[in-house]
């Protein structure tokens, strides 16, 4: 069973940028959770997916947008990006929207806007 | 609203026992979770309460009240391995399977 991934590892970016982030969940999960971890906090709710649909969503501005594709991976895009974006962004996928109980998290990438 | 708070940092020796205290207020409340997280990498899943009481699972240990929005993490035999962050989540039914964490609470494990 492949856990999930995500792509790049590490991101260098100057501000105004935009950059997107990939995803990769579980084998046979169809729930995709992204989260945003600044150094020394938790991680922070940005939105999740479900079935390809925009399920829920933290408090973020616009700019965060998210996708998510047939085969349930997902992207996260973030435009205009700002120096406070400098964070781990991790993905979780889970295999239901409801039932399941647990989140499996990726590995992450690190954003560093410069 | 949501509000998740647990101490920053703790301190402990190995061997010893040592307990993590998270209080939350949530509407909604679907369940509560302990993650940890090694510097550096994602976290992993330690605990699960949805209801009442103590849950065990070898040397670590999860107790929820949920008439006191309050819940600890036990972990028992202290060893090296476990200095890490310790991060408290609940989850709330409007928000599907999306936790929210708190800041987390930093272990240092000495010899």
């Known amino acids: 069973e492949t856990g999930v991934t995500q792509s790049p590892t590490h991101l260098i970016k100057t501000r105004g940028q935009q950059v997107t982030l990939r995803c990769s969940s579980q084998?046979?999960?169809?729930?995709v959770s992204w989260y945003q971890q600044a150094l020394g906090q938790g991680p922070q709710f940005i939105f999740q997916?479900?079935?390809?649909?925009?399920?829920g969503r933290g408090n973020f501005p616009p700019r965060f947008s998210g996708l998510q594709f047939p085969n349930y991976s997902s992207e996260l895009n973030v435009n205009a990006l700002e120096l406070d974006d400098s964070a781990l962004y991790l993905c979780a996928s889970s295999p239901d929207r409801v039932s399941s109980y647990e989140q499996y998290f990726g590995p992450g990438t690190r954003l560093t806007v410069t | 609203g949501q509000n998740i708070d647990q101490p920053t940092e703790m301190t402990a020796t190995e061997g010893a026992i040592v307990q993590i205290n998270c209080t939350y207020q949530t509407s909604g409340f679907n369940g509560l979770f302990w993650y940890q997280q090694h510097a550096g990498e994602a976290p992993t899943f330690l605990s699960y309460n949805v209801l009442d009481g103590l849950e065990e699972k070898g040397r670590f240990s999860s107790f929820l009240s949920r008439s006191k929005g309050y819940s600890y993490l036990l972990l028992k035999e202290l060893q090296m391995k476990d200095s890490a962050s310790y991060l408290c989540?609940?989850?709330?039914?409007?928000?599907?399977?999306?936790?929210?964490f708190g800041k987390g609470t930093t272990l240092s494990v000495s010899s």
């Open positions: 989540a609940v989850r709330a039914w409007q928000a599907g399977t999306a936790l929210i």
């Open positions: 997916y479900y079935r390809e649909e925009e399920n």
């Open positions: 084998s046979g999960h169809n729930t």
